[in-house]
Nanobody, 126 residues
Framework: VQLQASGGGAVQTGGSLRLSCTAS?????????MAWFRQAPGEEREFVASISSSGGSTSYADSVKGRFTISRDNAKMVYLQMNSLKPEDTAVYYC????????????????????WGQGTQVTVSS
């Protein structure tokens, strides 16, 4: 399984960005939950949002609720729409995936996900 994240960039406070993650690989089935994490310099990687394989269940970190939306239009494409961006959203954003059937990992932990993309930089200036 390979994950390719894209869509990062530099915006001002209040701006918007849309991140995309494309999954590939013969072993990637229709039962992969996917998620976005982020990591700021000197900080641990933290959960941002996740979505079940069907797209019917989602979860968000409190810090992004109401501003970010995770979605998927098929098994292999996941998006993160980020609105009302703040300087504290500045980080490298990573997409992640795990074969989880129809459910959704609940802990929002890095250890719950098996596959990771290379990351895309998001910079929000004040």
């Amino acid at each position: 399984v390979q994950l390719q994240a894209s869509g990062g960039g530099a915006v001002q406070t209040g701006g918007s960005l849309r991140l995309s993650c494309t999954a590939s690989g013969r072993s990637f089935s229709n039962y992969y939950a996917m998620a976005w994490f982020r990591q700021a310099p000197g900080e641990e990687r933290e959960f941002v949002a996740s979505i079940s394989s069907s797209g019917g269940s989602t979860s968000y970190a409190d810090s992004v609720k109401g501003r970010f939306t995770i979605s998927r239009d098929n098994a292999k494409m996941v998006y993160l729409q980020m609105n009302s961006l703040k300087p504290e959203d500045t980080a490298v954003y990573y997409c992640a995936a795990v074969d989880y059937g129809l459910g959704l990992p609940t802990a929002g932990s890095v250890s719950e996900y098996d596959h990771w993309g290379q990351g895309t930089q998001v910079t929000v200036s004040s």
